[in-house]
């Protein structure tokens, strides 16, 4: 099951793909990660999502990771008389805190939060970005506003207020009741939505305690204000343009997707580009020529892995959206021009012994025209140092921890083997060598550059390569 690409490809699972039989498909098809969308869905079928992702795994003997995205706090109006209201552009609207059905002057907002943060100036949008207001007067129990952007609100729409931090935990209720029935269930990484600082990062940390990594998403323009903080304080970044759209200016979004998959390479930390990528073919068989296109340019920035959605999760081609996506990710990788933008975008590498060796490990592996570039890890770490390099040769990672290799199955060009750890040096390099070559990743008389820690076991101390001849 050797993939021929180095980007990965994550799949989101639901009512169309959460048989058995559409699993299997998605995965020999090209889906690296599976994500369970806890806006939908319940815990019995995650459970069984989640039962059936490690049968094929232990079947396959492909670690397969498992991303549980959490809802995130929903903010959204109250209900109305009629069920739905016009608003008409320059007249003036109220929204407040009395739960009183609303009507065409006014709209309840449960929501003390959002009036603590607005203020006279402010937009506030519904009903993802299509109804515009500004605020001209505010208190901690309502605000009078002005529509600048009128038409149809009806109930429970939702409200963004793009220009202001709200006072408010990146985990509600739901959000935690999720979040432990996700790390008991023992999935890979927890999607944490809505992250504004730094702090929300911290609190999804602290209640995970380990279990699982954390992928902070970004979809409010606040993160950005923090933007390295949440990098560093993060295992996984991913650049959720689908609320970012609602929030900013849709001109602002492609440099934005830029940065912060810029600023993710070069903390070492894997990105995730999602969203809206092959819209169209949840209802068609093939995709418009501008989403190829989109796919490609994440590809071309350097993302670690691209998303589908409703695609795989609703649409009527689940299959056809991953072959397609497997196919864009592959043209895209064997364009020569590729290759000098990835070099391009090369970082530095940090003034320690193991990012020396790492990028010595690529300077190698291209010199000798290495197969592969084998690295025995613990914590994942000396594999995602080697994923920061963006080598020519794939990356082939070897673990005895489970949980290791199904992290980093989201990781730029990393494939994961899983074997028991090594006793010596040289069984370090025969057991390189012979599992290389029965991979598919090395034939008889090429070359692998291997990176390994001494003592070994150690996480994060690499601090030896070594040049091994395949034997026949």
Not at 239 to 258: H, T
Not at 419 to 442: H, I, N, P, W
């Amino acid at each position: 099951m050797r993939r021929h690409r180095q980007a990965k490809i994550v799949a989101t699972l639901g009512p169309a793909s959460d048989s058995p039989e559409m699993i299997r498909t998605l995965f020999e098809a090209g889906a690296d990660v599976f994500r369970l969308n806890f806006s939908h869905g319940t815990h019995p079928e995650h459970a069984a999502r989640i039962e059936t992702i490690r049968a094929l795994e232990q079947e396959t003997g492909r670690p397969i990771g498992i991303l549980s995205d959490l809802q995130g706090p929903k903010l959204r109006v109250g209900d109305f008389e009629d069920g739905a209201v016009e608003l008409v552009a320059g007249r003036a609207f109220r929204l407040d805190l009395d739960r009183t059905p609303g009507d065409s002057g006014r709209a309840p907002l449960p929501h003390p939060e959002i009036f603590a943060a607005i203020e006279e100036g402010t937009e506030v949008l519904l009903d993802d970005g299509k109804l515009r207001l500004r605020v001209t007067r505010a208190d901690r129990k309502f605000a009078e506003t002005e529509v600048m952007v009128g038409g149809r609100l009806s109930n429970h729409k939702g409200v963004n207020v793009p220009n202001a931090t709200l006072p408010i935990s990146a985990l509600g209720a739901k959000d935690r009741d999720d979040l432990r029935f996700a790390v008991d269930h023992g999935v890979d990484y927890i999607g944490l939505s809505f992250v504004q600082r730094p702090e929300d990062v911290a609190e999804a940390r602290k209640l995970v305690a380990g279990r699982a990594a954390i992928l902070s998403k970004l979809e409010k323009p606040s993160a950005i204000q923090h933007l390295d903080e949440i990098i560093m304080l993060s295992d996984a970044v991913m650049v959720a343009r689908g609320d970012l759209g609602v929030e900013l200016p849709p001109e602002d979004v492609p440099s934005l997707q830029k940065q912060i998959v810029r600023a993710c390479r070069q903390h070492g930390k894997p990105v995730v580009v999602a969203t809206q990528m092959l819209e169209s073919m949840i209802g068609a068989p093939a995709p418009t020529r501008a989403e190829a296109s989109d796919v490609a340019t994440a590809v071309y920035d350097g993302a670690d892995a691209v998303m589908l959605s409703a695609e795989t999760a609703a649409g009527k081609y689940p299959r056809e959206a991953v072959e397609m996506m497997e196919r864009i990710i592959a043209r895209v990788e064997q364009d020569p021009q590729y290759r000098v933008i990835r070099d391009a975008e090369h970082h530095d590498p940090e003034a320690t012994a193991p990012d020396a060796i790492t990028a010595a490990a690529r300077q190698v592996a291209r010199t000798v025209s290495a197969a592969a570039i084998v690295t025995y890890t613990t914590s994942g770490s000396t594999s995602l140092r080697a994923a920061r390099e963006r080598p020519d040769a794939p990356i082939l990672c070897l673990t005895e921890k489970p949980e290791t290799a199904r992290k980093l199955a989201i990781a730029w060009g990393v494939q994961c083997l899983l074997t028991e750890d090594v006793k010596d040096f040289g069984d370090m390099v025969d057991k390189a060598c012979r599992l290389a070559q029965s991979g598919g990743y090395a034939a008889a008389g090429t070359r692998l550059v291997i990176t390994a820690g001494v003592p070994f076991g150690t996480p994060g101390a690499t601090n030896i390569l070594r040049i091994a001849w395949v034997g026949a």
